[in-house]
C-alpha cells in the first residue's frame, strides 16, 4: 500500500507528521513518500504543485493532505498560489465527493460555543461536490463591464454551473451514505434565487426516485446555516454543492468543539481518495507546536475505512482518540477547565500509545 503524503504549509507538517506516526504505530507495511505542496511547492520547484507531487498522488493508492496557503503568496498571481495545489489535485484526480463527518465526542460536548443540550450526540455527515460549482466554472475573471449601469468599469465575475451527471453521481453518493446511516438526505440549495441550484434540486429529486427507502428534504443555503447552529441533530446527511459545502461545513466544524476536531475525504468514482483535515494551514498558530493533530489523524482513519480497506486499523484510531479524550488531553482549541492542556506531538504521542 502506498501512501502519499503532502503536509504542504503552515501547521500542515506539524499536523501530517502526527498522522504519519499514528499510520506506523498501526504496525501495517506502508509504503510512505512525501511531496512538496501548496508554498512549499512553490518555494522549492516554482509551482503549487509540481508534476512530481501530482505524478505521487496519481500512482499512490491513497494521499495523505496536510493544509496550503501562507498569506505572504496572498499577492502571487492566481495559478501560483498555494491553493492551487489542493483545486488541481481535486481537478486531476477527480475527487468529486467530499465527505466531512461532524462528530461531537461526548467529552467535548464543553468545547463547543453552542449549548451542550444542542450539540451532545451530533452526528451529521456533510456531502459536498468538490470538483463543480463556481469554484471551476468558466469564464472568470476581471473585464471591462459591457452593459447596465455599471457598463464600461472594470468587473470581476465567476460562473457557477453544474453539469445533469455531476448532480447525478453526488446526489447517488448521498443517497448512498444515508442509507447506512438515518436514511435521511437533507439537499441544500438556493433554487429561490439561482438557475444552477433550480436544476440542482430538479434532478436531486428525480434521483430520490432510486431511494423510496430514503427520505429527501430540500432547504435554501441561508436557513440551513441557521438551522445548523439551532438545531443540528434533525440533520443526518447534507448535500451540497461546492461553495455552500465550504462554508457550511465550517459551521458544522464549530459544533463539533474546534475545527481542528474535523477530518474529510475526498473520493473519486472507485473510492480512490485524498484525506485531509477539513481547516486550512491557521498560519497565525503554525510552528508554535499547538495546533490540533486530531483532524489529521482521523482523516487518516478515513483513509484507511474508505480507500485502503482496512476498517478494522480505523476503528483502532478512532478508538484511540477517543481514549486520549476521555483522558482529559486537550490541545488549546479544545481546552477547558479541569483538562489537561497538551500541545501537537503530546496529542500524537498519546494517541500512539491508546492504539490497541
Ligand atoms: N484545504 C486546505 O489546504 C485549506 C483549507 C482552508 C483554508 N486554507 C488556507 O489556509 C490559510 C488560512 O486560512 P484561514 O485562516 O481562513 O483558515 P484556517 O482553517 O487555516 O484557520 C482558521 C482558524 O482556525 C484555527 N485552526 C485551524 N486549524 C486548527 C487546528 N488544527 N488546531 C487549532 N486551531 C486551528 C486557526 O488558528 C485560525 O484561528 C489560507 O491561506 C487559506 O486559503 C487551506
Ligand atoms: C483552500 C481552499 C481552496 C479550500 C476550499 O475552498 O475548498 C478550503 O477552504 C477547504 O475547505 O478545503
Ligand atoms: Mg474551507
Known amino acids: 500500500m502506498k501512501i502519499a503524503i503532502l503536509p504542504g504549509d503552515g501547521i500542515g507538517p506539524e499536523i501530517t507528521a502526527q498522522a504519519v506516526r499514528v499510520l506506523n504505530a498501526l504496525g501495517e507495511n506502508f ?10 511547492g512553490y518555494a522549492a ?10 505524478a505521487l498522488a496519481k500512482g499512490a493508492d491513497a494521499v495523505l493532505f496536510g493544509a496550503v496557503g501562507d498569506y505572504k503568496y496572498d499577492t502571487l498571481e492566481r495559478a501560483l498560489r498555494p491553493e492551487q495545489a489542493i483545486l488541481g489535485l481535486r481537478r486531476e484526480l477527480g ?14 460536548a464543553g468545547a463547543s460555543t453552542l449549548k451542550p443540550e444542542v450539540v451532545s450526540g451530533l452526528d451529521i455527515l456533510i456531502i459536498r461536490e468538490l470538483t463543480g460549482d463556481i469554484y471551476f466554472g468558466k469564464p472568470r475573471g476581471v473585464r471591462e463591464c459591457p452593459d447596465g449601469p455599471f457598463k464600461g468599469e472594470r468587473e470581476g465575475f465567476d460562473t457557477m454551473r453544474y453539469a445533469e451527471s455531476e448532480i447525478r453521481r453526488i446526489a447517488h453518493v448521498a443517497f448512498q ?13 438556493k433554487a429561490n434565487v439561482l438557475e444552477t ?13 432510486d431511494y423510496a427507502d430514503v ?11 441557521m438551522q445548523l447552529v439551532r438545531a443540528p441533530k434533525k440533520f443526518d446527511v447534507i448535500v451540497t454543492g461546492n461553495m455552500f459545502g465550504d462554508i457550511l461545513s465550517d459551521c458544522a466544524a464549530m459544533l463539533t468543539g474546534s ?24 498560519p497565525d498558530i503554525a510552528g508554535k507546536g499547538i495546533a490540533n493533530p486530531l483532524a489529521t489523524i ?16 480505523a476503528d483502532r484510531i478512532e478508538a484511540a482518540v477517543k481514549q486520549v479524550l476521555a483522558q482529559g488531553l486537550r490541545t488549546p482549541d479544545i481546552y477547558e477547565a479541569g483538562t489537561t492542556k497538551v500541545g501537537t506531538a503530546e496529542m500524537g504521542d498519546a494517541v500512539v500509545n491508546a492504539l490497541r
Open 31 to 40: 509504503e510512505m513518500e512525501q511531496a512538496d505542496v501548496g508554498g512549499a
Open 45 to 54: 520547484h516554482g509551482h503549487p504543485l509540481p508534476p512530481a507531487s501530482l
Open 95 to 108: 475527487l468529486f465527493a467530499n465527505l466531512r463527518p461532524a462528530i461531537l465526542y461526548p467529552e467535548l
Open 177 to 189: 451514505a444515508a442509507r447506512k446511516r438515518g436514511k435521511r438526505v437533507t439537499s441544500v440549495d
Open 197 to 209: 441550484f433550480q436544476f440542482w434540486r430538479d434532478i436531486v429529486t428525480e434521483v430520490h426516485q
Open 215 to 225: 427520505e429527501l428534504e430540500h432547504m435554501y443555503v441561508d436557513n440551513a446555516a
Open 259 to 282: 475545527i481542528g476536531m474535523l477530518p474529510s475525504a475526498s473520493l473519486d468514482a472507485n473510492n480512490k481518495g485524498l484525506y485531509e483535515p477539513s481547516h486550512g494551514s491557521a
Open 298 to 313: 482521523l482523516s487518516a482513519a478515513m483513509m484507511l475505512r474508505y480507500s485502503l480497506n482496512m476498517a478494522a486499523q
